[in-house]
C-alpha cells in the first residue's frame, strides 16, 4: 500500500511562494509518475502538474503554467511543486498521487495512490 504524504502548504501573500513536498514512506516512488491535484471549495479538483518517471517529462494544467515547476529526487524519494507568482485563486488543497504514467490531461481517474493533502492559502 503506498500512503503519500504532502507537506508545505501554509499562508502566503498574494506574490509569494511555496514549495510543496510529497513523499512515501516504505515505498520506493522511482518508478511512478506523481502528479499534483488541488481543490478549492466548493470546486472540482483540478489537476495541476505531473512527472513522469523515466524521462521525468513534465505536464502543467493552464492555471499554472510558467508559474510551477515539478521535480523529482530520487534520493529521496521526494516529488516537489514549485509555486510561484501565487494568487488567491491558486488556493486550495493540494493532493499529490500515483499513476503509472503521465498524460497530458491530467485526469484525476488515472491516478490511484492519494494523499491527505496540504493546506495553500493565498491571502493578503
Known amino acids: 500500500q503506498v500512503q503519500l504524504v504532502e507537506s508545505g502548504g501554509g499562508l502566503v501573500q498574494p506574490g509569494g511562494s511555496l514549495r ?22 466548493g470546486k472540482e479538483r483540478e489537476g ?8 521525468r517529462s513534465t505536464y502543467y494544467g493552464d ?12 534520493a529521496k524519494n521526494t516529488i516537489y ?10 488556493t486550495g488543497v493540494y493532493y499529490c498521487a500515483t499513476a503509472p504514467f503521465c498524460s497530458a490531461y491530467l485526469l484525476s481517474a ?11 492559502t493565498v491571502s493578503s
Open 81 to 90: 511543486l514549485q509555486m510561484n507568482s501565487l494568487k488567491p485563486d491558486d
Open 63 to 74: 492555471s499554472v503554467k510558467g508559474r510551477s515547476t515539478i521535480s523529482r529526487d530520487n
Open 48 to 55: 495541476v502538474a505531473c512527472i513522469s518517471s523515466h524521462d
Open 110 to 120: 488515472e491516478f490511484d495512490h492519494w494523499g491527505q493533502g496540504t493546506q495553500v
Open 20 to 41: 510543496l513536498s510529497c513523499t512515501a514512506s516504505r515505498f520506493n516512488l522511482d518508478y511512478l509518475a506523481i502528479g499534483w491535484f488541488r481543490q478549492a471549495p
